[in-house]
């Protein structure tokens, strides 16, 4: 499977963008399909994560009600709406996907992820 994420740029604070996750080659039904982001001289993190067949979604507690993960099944498509954006926020935005994931609990745990996009950058002046 191919992943291709898109939708980065440049926006003010306060503003918002919405990320697009598009897989070719397999399904994004079933897997969980996450989000991460890694800031210049700082680690990947976790931003969030959603699976189809549980319905469930996870979020970092600093994109909780900002950052909001949805679907679109039949252009096998996962979004990253962002709002209220932060220059904090600022990073190079990953999707990957989990095509054995595991409970809720491990979601945010980037070795897990078996595929990733290549990342599309996100810079938030303020």
């Known amino acids: 499977v191919q992943l291709q994420a898109s939708g980065g740029g440049l926006v003010q604070a306060g503003g918002s963008l919405r990320l697009s996750c598009v897989a070719s080659?397999?399904?994004?039904?079933?897997?969980?399909v996450g989000w991460f982001r890694q800031a210049p001289g700082k680690e990947r993190e976790f931003v969030a994560a959603?699976?189809?067949?549980?319905?469930?979604?996870r979020y970092a507690d600093s994109v909780k009600g900002r950052f909001a993960v949805s679907r679109d099944n039949a252009k096998n498509t996962v979004f990253l709406q962002m709002s209220n954006l932060k220059p904090e926020d600022t990073a190079v935005y990953y999707c990957?996907?989990?095509?054995?994931?595991?409970?809720?609990?491990?979601?945010?745990?980037?070795?897990?992820?078996?595929?990733w996009g290549q990342g599309t950058q996100v810079t938030v002046s303020s």
């Open positions: 990957a996907a989990d095509f054995t994931p595991g409970p809720w609990s491990t979601w945010q745990y980037a070795d897990l992820y078996e595929s």
């Open positions: 080659g397999r399904t994004l039904s079933n897997p969980v």
């Open positions: 959603t699976r189809r067949s549980t319905g469930g979604s």
